[in-house]
């Protein structure tokens, strides 16, 4: 199993940016797949997830700003994050969840800057 994200890098508040998660090694149309960050010092959390059958949960936090999709065809989640804060500075993670696995990726640094 493996998941490479891709898509981090520095913006200033209020701008933009669309994460990718490439996953391989797993039945990808049928796993419920997530993005968790981790700010420096502290603990790893959820940030949204989308089910098989395309179900959304977000994070408060980030509810109305960021958004989680899938495009099974290409094995790839996304998450598309608009009007970003300092606070959304973090390491993002990719996880895939299946009957047999729980994958994560290597991360990938967004940093806001204000």
């Known amino acids: 199993v493996q998941l490479v994200e891709s898509g981090g890098g520095l913006v200033q508040a209020g701008g933009s940016l669309r994460l990718s998660c490439a996953a391989s090694g797993i039945i990808f149309s049928i796993s419920t797949l997530g993005w968790y960050r981790q700010p420096p010092g502290k603990q790893r959390k959820l940030v949204a997830i989308?089910?098989?059958?395309?179900?959304?949960n977000y994070a408060d936090s980030v509810k109305g700003r960021f958004t989680i999709s899938r495009d099974n065809a290409k094995n790839t989640v996304y998450l598309q994050m608009n009007s970003l804060k300092p606070e959304d500075t973090a390491v993002y993670y990719c996880?895939?969840?299946?009957?047999?696995?729980?994958?994560w990726g290597q991360g990938t640094q967004v940093t806001v800057s204000s």
């Open positions: 996880n895939a969840k299946g009957w047999s696995y729980n994958a």
């Open positions: 989308i089910t098989s059958d395309g179900t959304t």
